[in-house]
């Protein structure tokens, strides 16, 4: 998208054509400040062509919302009801009105559009840089990043006309700025192994190597494989983490001889993802996430989605791979049952219209009875990863509320971990759900903290999973790896062995899982009430966990034999 070089002459903009009329325009959105790294490189030049997504204002979100409640809450007579493809299309698609009225405007510039959703409500439209900042009143520029070096073309702000603000949510990516660093796993190999005492080496697990014996004891996991056909989980894999094949075998051979060493994923690609075998694969992350979830979820199909071909820092376009991950699933007629996601960036990284569609679109996966799960982040409170911060930094999409957000443990028994992410929203208002929970949590707390922290936002984590030495074959490499990578996993394999026992009974699947786990469900995980979490580097402390809800580990951790009772199964 970028031309190799970037021009700094002042060229007037080309006008060609009739001059379409002008229409009144209004800022739709801005930011303040450039986000932290980012210095401004240069005007973007007049020719780089940009590939804008312009998200449509979607029919009935509200209701949409509702619905998922409606289908999610144990207590519902429509407990488990979920809706179709094309159900949820009535409730996602943009009204006619707003189609035809922003198709309009971009016909009377000369501009088409392409659709890039089964239900329209994103759609693609390609311009040179300097009709964009005509169209939108906006200042395409250059912006890079000191430390890496990453060159992104962003604008501070953008307009739309004034009669189409309330047809268009956003255009992307205008005023979101990829985060440089993402959530990646820890290699924790050079680390010192802690005291162990009898009690710590329970057998099987053994805390300098975590294996899957000793979650599958730690949680009650079975082993016996599941056998719902179309109970599958989607697994997305972002810039080049890619797994191999080889790897997954040796895994198995090692861990888990009762599995067939051939089982591989089903491979899904978008955005020139890809999977390539025979590589000395140094990627971590996809390795942990194909090992871990076909190395617990037995016999639970995988398919792993693959979700570009560019590496981080270099260009990566992380909410895009979002979108279009999202995109994805929802035009599948059965979409996999779970879908847990080990990437995130600062909640401050993505604009808030950004943020809600984003997570609009999660709503919509849970009404579709998918179980959305993301790590937490491996920063405590100071975001994604160990950074300084004065104020406590979210990360997304963990605080969206239609989504399980994960964090970590670690020991036996289970203390947190410092790195689990945990905190509060400065976008998302706490949903009723955890009402009750966290309320008990900030009575807790007191003044501890005040001011560095939104006490009115969704809170997070909802629950977490065991996150420190987990053994992953990688790059020719075997060893122990850190991080809410582990834990999202972890958890999503529970959960996807739950569901194939419920389809087995002939009942629907969990789904978005919040208002169940926060209900019945809460009596059937391990509450953690011991450890906390990092604080911002410096003066300030994080979050203790504690009894009950707290914001380093949740709800606590699974017990898969205690899940399945209070589903009476
Ligand atoms: C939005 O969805 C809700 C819930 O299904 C429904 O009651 C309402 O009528 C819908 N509103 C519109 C404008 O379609
Ligand atoms: C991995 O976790 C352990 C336990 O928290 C810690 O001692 C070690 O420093 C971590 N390693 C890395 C690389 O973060
Ligand atoms: C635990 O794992 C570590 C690292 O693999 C190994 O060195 C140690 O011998 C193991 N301890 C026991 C009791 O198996
Ligand atoms: C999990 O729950 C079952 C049933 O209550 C119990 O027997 C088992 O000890 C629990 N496992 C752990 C590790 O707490
Ligand atoms: C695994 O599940 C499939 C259905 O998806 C079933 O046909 C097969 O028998 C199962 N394998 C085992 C070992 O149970
Ligand atoms: C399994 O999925 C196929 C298509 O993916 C669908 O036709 C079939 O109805 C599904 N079966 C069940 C039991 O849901
Ligand atoms: C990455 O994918 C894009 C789109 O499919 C393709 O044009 C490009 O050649 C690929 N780059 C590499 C390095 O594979
Ligand atoms: C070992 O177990 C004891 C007792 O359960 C616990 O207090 C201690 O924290 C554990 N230590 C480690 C390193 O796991
Ligand atoms: C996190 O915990 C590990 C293990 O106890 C420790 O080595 C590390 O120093 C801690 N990190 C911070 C920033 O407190
Ligand atoms: C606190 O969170 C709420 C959402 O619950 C948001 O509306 C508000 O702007 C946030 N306040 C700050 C200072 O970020
Ligand atoms: C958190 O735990 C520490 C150490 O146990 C304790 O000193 C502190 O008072 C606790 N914070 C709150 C808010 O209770
Ligand atoms: C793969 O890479 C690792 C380290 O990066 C190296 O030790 C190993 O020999 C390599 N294996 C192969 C088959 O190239």
Not at 100 to 119: F, K, M, P
Not at 239 to 245: K, L, M, S
């Amino acid at each position: 998208m970028l031309s190799p070089t970037y021009l700094f002459v002042l060229l007037l903009p080309a006008l060609c054509g009739a001059t379409p009329m002008r229409r009144s325009m209004q800022v739709h959105e801005a930011r303040a400040d450039l986000p932290s790294g980012y210095t401004l490189t240069g005007p973007a030049s007049p020719q780089t062509v940009l590939t804008l997504r312009l998200a449509l204002a979607q029919n009935n979100i509200t209701g949409l919302v509702d619905t998922l409640y409606d289908v999610s809450t144990p207590s519902s007579a429509n407990y488990g009801a979920y809706l179709s493809k094309e159900k949820i299309e009535e409730y996602i698609a943009p009204t006619e009105e707003s189609s035809s009225a922003v198709n309009a405007w971009l016909t009377e510039n000369d501009l088409q559009s392409t659709s890039l959703s089964a239900a329209g409500d994103w759609i693609s439209v390609q311009m040179p840089a300097s009709t964009a900042n005509n169209l939108f009143n906006a200042d395409f520029s250059v912006f890079t990043h000191s430390s890496t070096g990453a060159q992104v073309v962003r604008t501070l702000a953008y307009s739309v006309p004034t009669d189409l603000a309330g047809h268009i949510d956003l255009v992307y990516p205008t005023v979101s700025f990829p985060s440089p660093v993402a959530d990646v796993p820890q290699a924790a190999t050079s680390l010192s192994a802690p005291q162990l005492t009898a009690d710590n080496n329970t057998d099987p697990c053994n805390i300098s190597l975590i294996t899957p014996a000793c979650l599958q004891w730690l949680y009650d996991i079975p082993t016996t494989p599941a056998t719902s056909p179309n109970n599958s989980m989607a697994v997305p894999g972002y810039a080049t983490e890619w797994p191999q094949e080889a790897y997954l075998k040796s895994f198995l051979e090692q861990y888990r001889p009762d599995i067939d060493p051939d089982t591989t994923w089903e491979l899904v690609t978008l955005d020139g993802g890809s999977d390539p075998q025979g590589s000395n694969s140094t990627s971590v992350e996809g390795n942990l996430d194909m090992q871990w979830t076909i190395g617990l979820a037995t016999n639970v199909t995988v398919k792993f989605i693959s979700v570009s071909n560019v590496t981080i820092p270099d260009g990566d376009e992380f909410a895009e791979y979002l979108i279009d991950t999202a995109t994805y699933m929802l035009g599948l007629d059965s979409p996999p049952t779970v879908m847990p996601t080990s990437y995130g960036v600062n909640e401050e990284s993505v604009s808030e219209k950004l943020a809600q569609k984003l997570c609009s679109s999660y709503a919509a996966l849970g009404a579709r009875g998918v179980s959305v799960l993301f790590g937490s982040g491996d920063g405590g409170v100071s975001g994604i990863q160990y950074e300084t911060c004065t104020t406590f930094v979210p990360t997304f999409p963990g605080v969206c509320p239609y989504l399980t957000s994960v964090g970590g443990t670690w020991l036996v028994p289970e203390t947190a971990a410092n790195f689990s992410g945990g905190g509060f929203s400065n976008v998302f208002d706490r949903p009723s759900y955890q009402e009750d929970a966290v309320a008990g949590y900030l009575d807790y707390l007191g003044d501890t903290n005040s001011g560095l922290y939104n006490a009115s936002g969704r809170a997070y984590p909802d629950v977490a999973a065991y996150s420190v030495h987990f053994d992953v074959i990688y790059g020719g490499a075997q060893g122990p790896i850190n991080g809410t990578s582990c834990a999202g996993p972890t958890f999503a394999s529970v959960i996807s062995l739950l569901n194939d026992k419920l389809i087995a009974a002939g009942r629907p699947v969990l789904g978005f899982l919040n208002p169940w786990l926060y209900s019945s469900a809460s009596s059937a995980l391990t509450d953690i009430t011991v450890g906390d979490n990092y604080a911002c580097s410096g003066s300030t402390t994080g979050f203790n966990a504690t009894t009950g809800w707290d914001a380093v580990t949740g709800l606590g951790t699974p017990n898969y034999t205690k899940l399945k009772a209070v589903l009476d199964l």
